[in-house]
């Protein structure tokens, strides 16, 4: 069974930082690229980051690039997203993707709620 386990979220004031994990089981992990998404209330869910399945090649949305760094550690099958100098703008759900390399094939994790606020 796959599951994806997303932690760290919660609420942090403009400026502030916050590192979200994603625990990874059921899958060879090192056959997946890991992504990071965020879907704000009434909007469509958008990549945030995604990081290549050996960790050598990583991307991020405009948005977000100088101030999050998405990060994997193969050994304890896990994904981190590090956000920094949060804006209230960032306030959304996060999910954790894994997407299997070469293939349509994906799996999400339950999310988790970032709120960023004064």
Same mark, same amino acid.
């Given at each position: /069974? *796959?599951?994806?386990?997303?932690?760290?979220?919660?609420?942090? /004031?403009?400026?502030?930082?916050?590192?979200?994990?994603?625990?990874?089981?059921?899958? &060879?992990?090192?056959?997946? &690229?890991?992504?990071?998404?965020?879907?704000?209330?009434?909007?469509?869910?958008?990549?945030?980051?995604?990081?290549?399945? %050996?960790?050598?090649? %990583?991307?991020?949305?405009?948005?977000?690039? @100088?101030?999050? %760094?998405?990060?994997?550690?193969?050994? !304890? !099958?896990?994904?981190?997203?590090?956000?920094?100098?949060?804006?209230?703008?960032?306030?959304?759900?996060?999910?954790?993707?894994?997407?299997?390399? @070469?293939?349509?094939?994906?799996?999400?994790? /339950? @999310? %988790? /709620?970032?709120? *960023?606020?004064?």
């Amino acid at each position: /069974q *796959v599951q994806l386990v997303e932690s760290g979220g919660g609420l942090v /004031q403009p400026g502030g930082s916050l590192r979200l994990s994603c625990a990874a089981s059921g899958i &060879t992990f090192t056959s997946y &690229t890991m992504n990071w998404y965020s879907q704000a209330p009434g909007k469509e869910r958008e990549l945030v980051a995604r990081i290549s399945n %050996t960790g050598g090649s %990583t991307n991020y949305a405009d948005s977000v690039k @100088g101030r999050f %760094t998405i990060s994997r550690d193969n050994a !304890k !099958k896990t994904a981190y997203l590090q956000m920094n100098s949060l804006k209230p703008e960032d306030t959304a759900v996060y999910y954790c993707n894994a997407q299997l390399f @070469g293939s349509r094939l994906s799996y999400w994790g /339950q @999310g %988790t /709620q970032v709120t *960023v606020s004064s």
